[in-house]
T-cell receptor, first 115, second 112 residues
Framework: DTGVSQDPRHKITKRGQNVTFRCDPISEHNRLYWYRQTLGQGPEFLTYFQNEAQLEKSRLLSDRFSAERPKGSFSTLEIQRTEQGDSAMYLC?????????????FGPGTRLTVL | SQKIEQNSEALNIQEGKTATLTCNYTNYSPAYLQWYRQDPGRGPVFLLLIRENEKEKRKERLKVTFDTTLKQSLFHITASQPADSATYLCALDEKGNYQLIWGAGTKLIIKP
């Protein structure tokens, strides 16, 4: 257990529905990341927060995806109007520091299946 | 185009031998390179970080090398054990960029 938790662990939804995932990072970590991972691939960066500010967002992230980190603590990732191509493992990670080069601590992930 | 390549074929190693995994990259200038371990159905777990000005880093049975001229990092596990079986991912971050860019990973199987 890395100290990063994600909820739910599994989500099955029908195409067109909205889903929301939650991530609770390690409490003293000011950076929080969201990734998506499909089978046989490495994690793909989605977005990144430093405290409550969303500093970077992947160009691959469509308008259907939105993330928040109110008060710089937990974060939510929402996917609207889900598509079958959204089926993947969604990973959250947190890290210390205000410069690059710090290890990231990952949660167990949320596996999304869109039917 | 930018690429990170790890051997997509599984690596089968006899217990007790040294396992060596490769991470090659093109068109990146990484400030850091990290190695993670991932077990099925779980998130990656950090193993080692090496900076661009470091040639080698060790931690217990693990060793990482970083050659910025060859654009390659090698990850070694000595005295390998079946419990080392997992997928190993390399990730790099470019100078001034906080994103980690990941390879697809190499599956390592240690046979008793």
């Amino acid at each position: 257990d890395t100290g990063v938790s994600q909820d739910p662990r599994h989500k099955i939804t029908k195409r067109g529905q909205n889903v929301t995932f939650r991530c609770d990072p390690i409490s003293e970590h000011n950076r929080l990341y969201w990734y998506r991972q499909t089978l046989g691939q490495g994690p793909e960066f989605l977005t990144y927060f430093q405290n409550e500010a969303q500093l970077e967002k992947s160009r691959l992230l469509s308008d259907r995806f939105s993330a928040e980190r109110p008060k710089g603590s937990f974060s939510t990732l929402e996917i609207q109007r889900t598509e079958q191509g959204d089926s993947a493992m969604y990973l959250c990670a947190s890290s210390l520091g205000t410069t690059a080069g710090y290890e990231q601590f990952f949660g167990p992930g949320t596996r999304l299946t869109v039917l | 185009s930018q690429k990170i390549e790890q051997n997509s074929e599984a690596l089968n190693i006899q217990e007790g031998k040294t396992a060596t995994l490769t991470c090659n990259y093109t068109n990146y200038s990484p400030a850091y390179l990290q190695w993670y371990r991932q077990d099925p159905g779980r998130g990656p777990v950090f193993l080692l970080l090496i900076r661009e000005n470091e040639k080698e880093k060790r931690k217990e049975r693990l060793k990482v090398t970083f050659d910025t001229t060859l654009k390659q990092s090698l990850f070694h596990i000595t005295a390998s054990q079946p419990a080392d079986s997992a997928t190993y991912l390399c990730a790099l971050d470019e100078k001034g960029n906080y994103q980690l860019i990941w390879g697809a990973g190499t599956k390592l199987i240690i046979k008793p």
